[in-house]
């Protein structure tokens, strides 16, 4: 298993991917359209032995307030059924975390399970009056700091691309 930034010739098996993994199409749409509109500042993918993409998680650019402030979130995240329990996207959200401390970026939000997410050092959104944009998912919004910022340098709420609108 080879776990890298994703490339070009990765788009096809990052979509097939994202079709399997979920129950709608709704994620692979997004990537999709993140993509074709220069939206997507990270991907990550596990391929298998044979160069099969088994698993991704993407990154995009979020405003805080209206503001870039050189913060990302984290979404979709995604491991073929075949390949998981194994580690796999634990793997993949560590080397996502790692480029874009190099890359520069301050700070990392997702809307996810507080128990997963904790181990990568994300805390809930609203210790630091972070706000989602959708009020409904406030509980499961999260924030994680990276090397380059402080992410109590800023309050407020933060904002995805409108693509996000189709997913949520």
């Given at each position: 298993?080879?776990?890298?930034?994703?490339?070009?010739?990765?788009?096809?098996?990052?979509?097939?991917?994202?079709?399997?993994?979920?129950?709608?199409?709704?994620?692979?749409?997004?990537?999709?359209?993140?993509?074709?509109?220069?939206?997507?500042t990270?991907g990550?993918?596990?391929?298998?032995?044979?160069?099969e993409?088994?698993?991704?998680?993407?990154?995009?650019?979020?405003?805080?307030?209206?503001?870039?402030?050189?913060?990302?979130?984290?979404?979709?995240?995604a491991?073929?059924?075949?390949?998981?329990r194994?580690?796999i996207?634990e793997?993949?959200?560590?080397?996502?975390?790692?480029?874009?401390?190099?890359?520069?970026?301050?700070?990392?939000?997702?809307?996810?399970d507080?128990?997963?997410y904790?181990?990568?050092g994300?805390e809930?959104?609203?210790?630091?009056?972070?706000?989602?944009?959708?009020?409904?998912?406030?509980?499961?919004?999260?924030i994680?700091?990276?090397e380059?910022?402080?992410?109590?340098?800023?309050?407020?709420?933060?904002?995805?691309?409108?693509?996000?609108?189709?997913?949520?």
């Amino acid at each position: 298993m080879l776990i890298r930034v994703e490339i070009p010739v990765d788009a096809m098996g990052i979509d097939k991917l994202l079709r399997e993994t979920f129950p709608t199409e709704a994620e692979a749409n997004l990537v999709q359209r993140l993509r074709e509109d220069g939206l997507l500042t990270l991907g990550v993918v596990a391929t298998n032995d044979d160069g099969e993409v088994i698993g991704y998680v993407g990154f995009t650019s979020v405003d805080v307030n209206g503001e870039d402030v050189q913060w990302v979130g984290l979404a979709p995240l995604a491991v073929n059924k075949a390949y998981q329990r194994q580690g796999i996207a634990e793997k993949l959200v560590y080397e996502g975390l790692d480029s874009l401390n190099e890359f520069g970026y301050a700070a990392v939000v997702v809307l996810g399970d507080e128990h997963y997410y904790s181990r990568f050092g994300f805390e809930p959104g609203s210790k630091y009056a972070v706000n989602c944009q959708w009020p409904e998912h406030q509980s499961h919004f999260m924030i994680c700091g990276l090397e380059n910022g402080e992410i109590d340098a800023y309050q407020g709420v933060v904002t995805y691309s409108s693509h996000f609108d189709n997913v949520l």
